[in-house]
């Protein structure tokens, strides 16, 4: 069965250094999003993208973070710097396309900050 | 803006039993779409139901059903025969239609911890 796959799928880094996140959606799947997870919270998207173009960017903090999607494939969510409130899981999901197809979850990369 | 409300952070319940799960929304479309998703510790997180606000008939997935009270907004989960794999947080979610390209992201509820002891 085909799955979203992310890594790595833990991380620790240290404040002001650069981190970044790989994330390989099911295959076909046009739209990508990375959520974050803040621990005892619920997922808040990050960023939507359609196949390579940015659907949705507007809760990413883009001072710091960036992230790309070249080909429309794969994608790579950065940080820099971390900060310790970047602590959180952050999932990759992908769909086939917009609209009613379900949102399928990758395993996530849960990041510490020290 | 949309908001989700699980109000119960912890649930326990007895294997081969029945539990409700609680959410409620907030929104001012008439027609979207709201989910439970499951995610049990260290794996992804997967859809458990789903319902179309335009259906009045509620969703069922074997064990698992919701209540969808439109009016009263809300959109509780119920699973019967609880297994020990059924363990897991549970995430109440709502998905706009948003036509036109825009975004169709998931807002989530806070999760409910589920226990199930044998």
């Known amino acids: 069965e085909a799955e979203v796959a992310q890594s790595p799928r833990y991380k620790i880094t240290e404040k002001s250094q650069a981190v970044a996140f790989w994330c390989d959606p099911i295959s076909g799947h046009a739209t990508l999003y990375w959520y974050r997870q803040i621990l005892g919270q619920g997922p808040e998207l990050l960023v939507q993208?359609?196949?390579?173009?940015?659907?949705?960017d507007s809760q990413l903090p883009k001072d710091r973070f960036s992230a790309e999607r070249l080909k429309g494939v794969d994608s790579t969510l950065k940080i820099q710097p971390a900060e310790l409130g970047d602590s959180a899981m952050y999932l990759c999901?992908?769909?086939?396309?917009?609209?009613?197809?379900?949102?399928?979850f990758g395993p996530g990369t849960r990041l510490t900050v020290t | 803006a949309q908001t989700v409300t699980q109000s119960q952070p912890e649930m326990s319940v007895q294997e081969a039993e029945t539990v409700t799960l609680s959410c409620t929304y907030d929104t001012s479309e008439s027609d979207y779409y709201l989910f439970w998703y499951k995610q049990p510790p260290s794996r992804q997180m997967i859809l458990v139901i789903r319902?179309?606000?335009?259906?009045?008939q509620n969703a069922t997935e074997n064990r698992f059903s919701v209540n969808f009270q439109k009016a009263a907004k809300s959109f509780s989960l119920k699973i019967s025969d609880s297994q020990l794999g059924d363990a897991a947080m549970y995430f109440c979610a709502y998905r706009g239609l948003n036509y036109g390209g825009a975004t169709n992201k998931l807002i989530f509820g806070t999760g409910t911890l589920l226990a199930v002891q044998p």
């Open positions: 993208f359609q196949d390579e173009s940015v659907v949705d």
């Open positions: 319902q179309e606000a335009y259906k009045q």
């Open positions: 999901a992908s769909s086939q396309r917009q609209g009613w197809d379900e949102q399928y």
